[in-house]
């Protein structure tokens, strides 16, 4: 198949599943088109995808919200579909790159997917103006696609709940390749966290959609334990004065460790516990990688966590949003050793069953079964990459070097 991927949003887990998804259809033997932002680009995704240089990159730039310039984005956008397709598959990720892949793909013959990656009406911080508003437009585009791919059963009722037609929505979870961890002493010793006490662990960005505030109050009321409890912190953020203020608020110095950021899968095991304090989620990679790395799990209850996390068994979930409640949970798996192996142990188990290669075939099924659907067979389906396209990654004219590529193209 021919397929165009589009993104706005480069950085943490859309970034990552975009180019995870690139990566498999290329390898599988597809024909993989991407077009993305250069506004938000994150330093590990400009790594990755200059080594993507067989396939054909486009950057059209993409505000985050709502902007003027998404008209020129959708005209380049559509003009590089017609300049390069026909394609097979248009799919889209993140709002804004979900909204040009679907105005993009009009008339184009193409199945035009969506996967939003944390549904935008999840977010409890939504006023209800703003509710309305972003929910009407999903709505609409909703008509635009071929199918709404979720995460989680919990986002595809949210997506649902906006008025996208129920059949039109699948769900594909997150997946991923085994890490190679370090040992948990390695790993501390990168960290520069003490070698002794029972650590609990946090990797995200330091804003509000983490809640990472709900993580520290918690925290404080656990501090003092024999078990010597020490809290990481890896990840940078608006937030971070914010939390600097509560570790001298609570007296923390010493015990709570801002860590900055850091690659954060090989360095799981310097962890005993995982802690997961966020408002909503998708389906946090990080949070994949915790129970692989026999991490038990504290968690609040947010779309993929129950289904992710057995209550009780690989981990327990925090079903009021309070530090009391948040603190009760971290103190029962601090003073408790034997329930914290017997729940990594599940933990791990139940990780091993999200594996990137299921991942990528069942988004391939799906693209197929879209594109025969609305357009028929698909022409030379199991044809590679044409040699043009594996000679040059310029797609529609030279711009100016970002240091990834020779000329990186505009379109």
């Known amino acids: 198949m021919r397929i165009l991927l589009i993104t706005e949003a480069s950085d943490a887990g859309v970034g990552r599943h975009f180019l995870d998804l690139a990566e498999g259809l290329l390898a599988a033997g597809h024909e993989v088109h991407l077009v993305y932002s250069s506004l938000r680009l994150g330093r590990n995704f400009a790594r990755r995808v200059e080594g993507l240089c067989s396939a054909a990159c486009c950057v059209v730039d993409m505000r985050r919200g709502p902007h003027p310039s998404d008209f020129h984005a959708v005209l380049q956008t559509r003009r590089y579909i017609r300049d390069r397709g026909p394609f097979d598959v248009i799919h889209g990720h993140s709002s804004k790159g979900g909204a040009i892949a679907r105005l993009a793909g009009v008339g184009s013959g193409s199945a035009v997917l969506y996967t939003p990656h944390a549904f935008v009406t999840m977010d409890p911080n939504l006023s209800a103006k703003a509710r309305f508003i972003y ?79 709900l993580l520290l109050r918690a925290f404080a009321q656990v501090a003092d334990l024999p078990e010597l409890p020490i809290l990481g912190i890896i990840g940078d953020g608006p937030l971070r004065g914010e939390l600097e203020g509560l570790i001298r608020e609570f007296a923390l110095e010493g015990k709570v460790h801002l860590l900055g950021e850091h690659p954060a899968a090989p360095l799981m095991r310097a962890f005993d516990i995982y802690a997961m304090s966020s408002l909503y989620e998708g389906m946090p990679y990080v949070l994949l990688e915790a129970m692989a790395a026999s991490l038990p799990i504290v968690s609040t209850v947010v779309s993929s966590s129950p289904e992710l996390i057995d209550d009780g ?99």
């Open 313 to 411: 068994v690989s981990g327990l979930l925090v079903r009021q949003r309070t530090p009391e409640a948040f603190a009760a949970a971290l103190r029962q798996l601090i003073v408790d050793e034997s329930k914290r192996n017997q729940f990594a142990a599940e933990a791990a188990r139940r990780a091993a069953g999200f594996t990137l290669e299921e991942m990528i075939e069942t988004t391939v099924d799906l693209y197929r079964d879209m594109r025969v659907k609305e357009h028929g067979p698909i022409a030379g389906e199991t044809r590679k990459q044409t040699e043009e396209v594996r000679r040059s990654p310029v797609a529609c004219g030279a711009g100016e070097s970002n240091g990834m590529n020779e000329r990186e193209p505009t379109c």
């Open 135 to 213: 929910g009407a437009i999903e709505r609409v585009l909703g008509w635009l696609s071929s199918s709404v791919v979720a995460l989680t059963g919990d986002e595809r009722a949210a997506i649902a709940r906006a008025g996208v037609r129920a059949g039109k929505i699948a769900i594909v979870p997150n997946s991923i390749a085994p890490p190679e961890f370090l040992s948990r002493a390695e790993a501390r010793q990168q960290l520069g966290l003490p070698r002794e006490g029972v650590t609990v662990g946090f990797v995200g960005r330091l804003f509000e959609q983490k809640d990472p505030q």
